[in-house]
C-alpha cells in the first residue's frame, strides 16, 4: 500500500488550497483516513479524519476553514483549505493506520 500526497505549495494568507492523497492498493473504501501536520520544532499534530461512512473529525484549529473528504472511485482523500493562516505552515501528512505519505509541503506568507 502507497500514500502520495501532492498539492501543496506557497499560498498568501487568507486565500486556498487542496491538498490530495491517492492510495495504490489495499481497500481503500473501507479505510479510516487522516490528514496530519508537522511543523518545523514541532510535533506532528492531528488535522482531520474521515471515516469510511464519510463521517468526519475536525482539530478545533481548523473547523470551519479546513474540510476533509474523500472519493472512493479515485482512491483519494482530500483536504480543502480555506482562511489560510501562516500558523498552518507545516508539511502536511497522509495516514491510513500505521501507514504514511512522504507529506507535502504547505507554506503560507503573510
Known amino acids: 500500500v502507497q500514500l502520495v500526497e501532492s498539492g501543496g505549495g506557497l499560498v498568501q494568507a487568507g486565500g486556498s488550497l487542496r491538498i490530495s492523497c491517492v492510495v495504490s492498493?489495499?481497500?481503500?473504501?473501507?479505510?479510516?483516513m487522516g490528514w496530519y501536520r508537522q511543523a518545523p520544532g514541532k510535533q506532528r499534530e492531528f488535522v482531520a479524519s474521515?471515516?469510511?461512512?464519510?463521517?468526519?473529525n475536525h482539530a478545533d484549529s481548523v473547523k470551519g476553514r479546513f474540510t476533509i473528504s474523500r472519493d472512493n472511485a479515485k482512491n483519494t482523500v482530500y483536504l480543502q483549505m480555506n482562511i489560510l493562516k501562516p500558523e498552518d505552515t507545516a508539511v502536511y501528512y497522509c495516514?491510513?493506520?500505521?501507514?504514511w505519505g512522504q507529506g507535502t509541503q504547505v507554506t503560507v506568507s503573510s
Open positions: 474521515i471515516t469510511s461512512g464519510g463521517s468526519t
Open positions: 495516514n491510513w493506520g500505521y501507514l
Open positions: 492498493g489495499g481497500r481503500f473504501s473501507s479505510a479510516t
